[in-house]
């Protein structure tokens, strides 16, 4: 069976759920094989991360480690905005991890990308390649990207369960990871 969601995100595209099975699933109920790709992207990026305390700047390209740098910064506001956010906005109890939300949160960041700490995670692998400037870091950095842009898509299939309708117009509303696009869709939204 093929559930088919209407997403307009970074495109107009077609969002094709192709086990309907796996999204009826409780998330507590899901086993290793549907965080495949975290147990590969996972250890990488820590090698990704160790890598750079030993090879910095290796082509000598300043400016591209300057970028590199830049997109660490945009990284830690992407990753540590949720703490926030969700604590906020998301109904968590108190005591509770943030990520215990009770509530659709869609204003701050999540106004502009459904998945900031993933998005930083891209971001921060994405850093390192230009700040270590080094073709392992590289190597390393271009599975850890695609893996963690494949977990968002598990993420949305977990989330359409814990919140339904709410999320899919959400998914409407607002892209997934591009901030770029994101920040066109909200300010066009506040006009």
């Not at 699933?25 to 965080?35: A, C, G, I, Q, R």
């Not at 842009?149 to 607002?174: Q, S």
């Amino acid at each position: 069976m093929i559930l088919t969601i209407n997403v307009i995100g970074n495109y107009n595209k077609n969002l094709k759920i192709k086990d309907l099975e796996s999204l009826e699933k409780n998330p507590k109920d899901w086993s290793w094989k549907d965080f495949i790709s975290s147990f590969f992207w996972g250890p990488l990026i820590l090698i990704q991360f160790i890598q750079s305390f030993f090879v910095y700047n290796f082509l000598n390209i300043d400016l591209l480690c300057l970028l590199g740098w830049i997109i660490w910064i945009f990284s830690l506001f992407f990753g540590f905005m949720p703490f926030y956010e969700f604590k906020k906005k998301g109904g968590v109890t108190k005591g509770d991890s943030y990520i215990k939300t009770t509530k659709l949160v869609d204003t701050g960041i999540y106004a502009i990308v459904r998945h900031g700490q993933y998005l930083a995670g891209i971001l921060w692998s994405f850093a390192l390649i230009l700040i270590t400037q080094h073709w392992f870091n590289l190597l390393c950095g271009i599975p850890v990207m695609i893996g963690i842009y494949y977990d968002m898509f598990r993420a949305d299939k977990e989330l359409i369960m814990k919140f339904g309708d709410n999320y899919m117009d959400y998914m409407k509303k607002v892209p997934r990871a591009n901030f770029i696009w994101g920040i066109v869709k909200y300010l066009y939204r506040k006009r």
